[in-house]
């Protein structure tokens, strides 16, 4: 306290003095304590040599100070209510014949503070992303300039502003909500010259030149595995049909090739070879584009005419094999393979004609929906696309989720496994042992679950890949229709915006300053100030109630809000009788008339 006196006589200009030499008086709380006016008198006295000093409640002095400027009033009027609500604590104290009444008085310890830090309580919780720019100094900047006092119920106002905000706008809310904008470094996209374009475009082409490159290599190794996968299958087959094994020693081969049975065997023999005639087709075609053209001649003649033309190109395939040397029965199975890829190339051509054609029709549908209403027709893919990606992001997190919990239930079964007997929920003395995978056997049923691995996840799979292609079908849409929509998104999304860095104050505006009313909104057991008044009432009585109410003065910088008086009044009016005499103002000065 000495330092805060020495500050104080700094700068009214009383630093040089060997002692203050004026009179000094001191506005306290309500019931002061004497011991806390001993201790202030001794440090007045001794430190400063004051002469006198002089102790009194502000708010009293406010009270006088309003009443002195308002004489005609006071004249009639000498009794009335203090409601006073500082930065710490409010109070509500009745004047009677000019005295405080301090046995009725109601002391609450809530006040401005209070609302400061819930309102930054509040909007931490609302957005933790803007923890730095907020401040116990800016909430109580935020309240001073746009928090209000609901004018009625609370309750009520809350349910029209909820009723405002899902669009029924029956009834207005007392408040609109307010934006404000964060500071923040706004993205500009650089501008690149045309050689740097050029250099990236080149880049990018290099790049996919590689991976392409790659990727054929990959091909290549994986078809010359698969055709010594088939041309094993094959020989074990032509051996079989030949008679150079017997059915047994047939069997056992694919027993130990990990077959189950014989249809297992020609299930994937047959899908084996599709795999190789389709990639061998494919690979014809890239290499031999006029081959395309043939073939496309060749579905253009009859079937008679087809007929002959294949016993020319492939003569050997409507030979019996028993009459067929071993180099003619390669031959006839390197011409197999050659036809099979041929009738693959006409199919994929059929195919992919009729996609075409549906593609075309698609195309000409959405033109005309865009135009009919091209904004509504972007506004309307753009959401389209937002929600099969949120929509997949949403599985995505779902699938993460179980992932944990598969994990964890493996964790703790190892754990019960390697603590033994000695755990609770380990394994009993005479309990089997596990002697999983002593049998060769027993490791077929992961080649099972490998063959059957697709039936439960086939749906998600297949779902996943329709979502791909419509994706992928959107954002074609988009760049014809609509190029610059997907660079703004991905600007809005990956560089920051003004939207982000916004807080939007609404339920705050009233929520904050509540607390004086129901101090519990901030798990405070105290009563509010609507309670104070009915306590103050009831200890008064009709008569001593009727003589304040009709001078209620309201006090202190936290009742400087919108609508403190008229909520104020709307209290008092319920406290008393119908046709009383109620009259509710704010004092001269209320944040400094005590001064």
Same mark, same amino acid.
């Given at each position: 306290?000495?330092?805060?006196?020495? /500050?104080?006589?700094?700068?009214?200009?009383?630093?040089?003095?060997?002692?203050?030499? /004026?009179?000094?008086?001191?506005? =306290?709380?309500?019931?002061?304590?004497?011991?806390?006016?001993?201790?202030?008198?001794?440090?007045?006295?001794?430190c400063y040599g004051v002469?006198?000093?002089?102790?009194? #409640?502000?708010?009293?002095?406010?009270?006088?100070?309003?009443?002195?400027?308002?004489?005609?009033?006071?004249?009639?009027?000498?009794?009335?209510?203090?409601?006073?609500?500082?930065?710490?604590?409010? /109070?509500?104290?009745?004047?009677?014949?000019?005295?405080?009444?301090?046995?009725?008085?109601?002391?609450?310890?809530?006040?401005?503070?209070?609302?400061?830090?819930?309102?930054?309580?509040?909007?931490?919780?609302?957005?933790?992303?803007?923890?730095?720019?907020?401040?116990?100094?800016?909430?109580?900047?935020?309240?001073?300039?746009?928090?209000?006092?609901?004018?009625?119920?609370?309750?009520?106002?809350?349910?029209?502003?909820?009723?405002?905000?899902?669009?029924?706008?029956?009834?207005?809310?007392?408040?609109?909500?307010? #934006?404000?904008?964060?500071?923040?470094?706004?993205? #500009?996209?650089?501008?690149?010259?045309?050689?740097?374009?050029?250099?990236?475009?080149?880049?990018?082409?290099?790049?996919?030149?590689?991976?392409?490159?790659?990727?054929?290599?990959?091909?290549?190794?994986?078809?010359?595995?698969?055709?010594?996968?088939?041309?094993?299958?094959?020989?074990?087959?032509?051996?079989?049909?030949?008679?150079?094994?017997?059915?047994?020693?047939?069997?056992?081969?694919?027993?130990?090739?990990?077959?189950?049975?014989?249809?297992?065997?020609?299930?994937? /023999?047959?899908?084996?070879?599709?795999? #190789?005639?389709?990639?061998?087709?494919k690979m014809q075609a890239?290499?031999?584009?006029? +081959?395309?053209?043939?073939?496309?001649?060749?579905? +253009?003649?009859?079937?008679?005419?087809?007929?002959?033309?294949?016993?020319?190109?492939?003569?050997?395939?409507?030979?019996?094999?028993?009459?067929?040397?071993?180099?003619?029965?390669?031959?006839?199975?390197?011409?197999?393979?050659?036809?099979?890829?041929?009738?693959?190339?006409?199919?994929?051509?059929?195919?992919?004609?009729?996609?075409?054609?549906?593609?075309?029709?698609?195309?000409?549908?959405?033109?005309?929906?865009?135009?009919?209403?091209?904004?509504?027709?972007?506004?309307?893919?753009?959401?389209?696309?937002?929600?099969?990606? =949120?929509?997949?992001?949403?599985?995505?997190?779902?699938?993460?989720?179980?992932?944990?919990?598969?994990?964890?239930?493996?964790?703790?079964?190892?754990?019960?496994?390697?603590?033994?007997?000695?755990?609770?929920?380990?394994?009993?003395?005479?309990?089997?042992?596990d002697n999983f995978g002593?049998?060769?056997?027993?490791?077929?049923?992961?080649?099972?679950?490998?063959?059957?691995?697709?039936?439960?996840? =086939?749906?998600? +799979?297949?779902?996943?890949?329709?979502?791909?292609?419509?994706?992928?079908?959107? +954002?074609?849409?988009?760049?014809?229709?609509?190029?610059?929509?997907?660079?703004?998104?991905?600007?809005?999304?990956?560089?920051?915006?003004?939207?982000?860095?916004?807080?939007?104050?609404?339920?705050?505006?009233?929520?904050?300053?509540?607390?004086?009313?129901?101090?519990?909104?901030?798990?405070?057991?105290?009563?509010?100030?609507?309670?104070?008044?009915?306590?103050?009432?009831?200890?008064?009585?009709?008569?001593?109630?009727?003589?304040?109410?009709?001078?209620?003065?309201?006090?202190?910088?936290?009742?400087?809000?919108?609508?403190?008086?008229?909520?104020?009044?709307?209290?008092?009016?319920?406290?008393?009788?119908?046709?009383? =005499?109620?009259?509710?103002?704010?004092?001269?000065?209320?944040?400094?008339?005590?001064?």
């Open positions: 306290m000495e330092h805060v006196l020495d /500050h104080v006589f700094n700068g009214l200009g009383l630093d040089g003095s060997d002692k203050i030499d /004026h009179p000094v008086i001191i506005t =306290e709380a309500v019931c002061n304590p004497n011991y806390s006016r001993a201790k202030m008198s001794k440090l007045l006295l001794e002469p006198a000093v002089c102790y009194g #409640v502000g708010d009293l002095f406010s009270y006088s100070y309003h009443h002195s400027h308002h004489e005609s009033q006071t004249m009639n009027l000498p009794d009335g209510l203090i409601v006073s609500s500082s930065y710490e604590v409010t /109070h509500v104290i009745p004047i009677l014949d000019g005295r405080p009444d301090f046995l009725a008085t109601v002391c609450i310890p809530v006040g401005g503070l209070q609302a400061h830090r819930f309102l930054f309580d509040a909007l931490l919780l609302k957005y933790p992303q803007h923890a730095r720019h907020l401040s116990l100094n800016r909430c109580h900047e935020l309240n001073l300039r746009f928090s209000e006092y609901t004018k009625g119920n609370f309750l009520e106002e809350l349910r029209v502003m909820q009723a405002w905000t899902d669009g029924d706008r029956t009834r207005k809310p007392q408040v609109e909500p307010v #934006v404000l904008q964060l500071p923040f470094t706004e993205y #500009v996209p650089k501008e690149e010259s045309e050689e740097e374009k050029k250099r990236k475009e080149q880049r990018r082409k290099d790049h996919a030149e590689r991976l392409r490159t790659l990727a054929a290599e990959r091909r290549q190794r994986k078809m010359i595995e698969r055709q010594k996968t088939l041309e094993g299958y094959d020989k074990l087959v032509v051996e079989l049909e030949e008679g150079i094994i017997s059915e047994e020693a047939f069997l056992l081969q694919l027993s130990k090739g990990g077959f189950d049975d014989r249809a297992d065997f020609e299930r994937v /023999h047959k899908q084996l070879q599709k795999k #190789v005639e389709d990639t061998i087709a890239k290499e031999n584009p006029l +081959e395309d053209d043939e073939d496309n001649m060749e579905e +253009e003649l009859d079937e008679e005419k087809r007929a002959a033309l294949d016993r020319e190109k492939f003569p050997l395939l409507f030979l019996d094999v028993s009459t067929l040397t071993e180099e003619q029965k390669k031959e006839k199975r390197k011409q197999h393979l050659m036809k099979s890829a041929q009738e693959g190339r006409a199919r994929r051509r059929r195919e992919k004609e009729e996609k075409r054609l549906e593609l075309e029709t698609k195309e000409k549908e959405e033109h005309i929906k865009y135009e009919k209403n091209p904004s509504e027709y972007i506004a309307e893919l753009i959401a389209k696309r937002q929600k099969i990606i =949120e929509m997949r992001g949403k599985r995505k997190q779902d699938r993460d989720f179980h992932d944990r919990r598969k994990n964890l239930a493996s964790k703790r079964r190892m754990l019960q496994k390697v603590m033994g007997s000695g755990s609770s929920n380990g394994k009993g003395a005479n309990e089997a042992e002593a049998d060769d056997d027993d490791w077929q049923v992961y080649k099972k679950m490998a063959q059957t691995r697709g039936i439960d996840g =086939e749906d998600d +799979e297949s779902e996943s890949e329709a979502e791909k292609e419509e994706i992928s079908w959107i +954002e074609k849409l988009l760049m014809r229709y609509d190029p610059d929509a997907l660079k703004r998104e991905k600007n809005e999304t990956q560089y920051p915006q003004a939207s982000d860095f916004q807080i939007e104050l609404m339920v705050e505006r009233i929520k904050s300053l509540e607390v004086i009313y129901q101090p519990s909104i901030i798990g405070l057991e105290y009563a509010g100030l609507a309670e104070a008044l009915d306590g103050v009432f009831r200890k008064l009585g009709p008569e001593r109630r009727d003589r304040v109410s009709k001078n209620v003065v309201v006090i202190g910088g936290n009742t400087c809000h919108p609508n403190f008086v008229g909520r104020l009044q709307y209290h008092v009016r319920s406290s008393c009788p119908e046709g009383s =005499e109620i009259k509710v103002c704010h004092a001269k000065d209320p944040r400094i008339g005590a001064w």
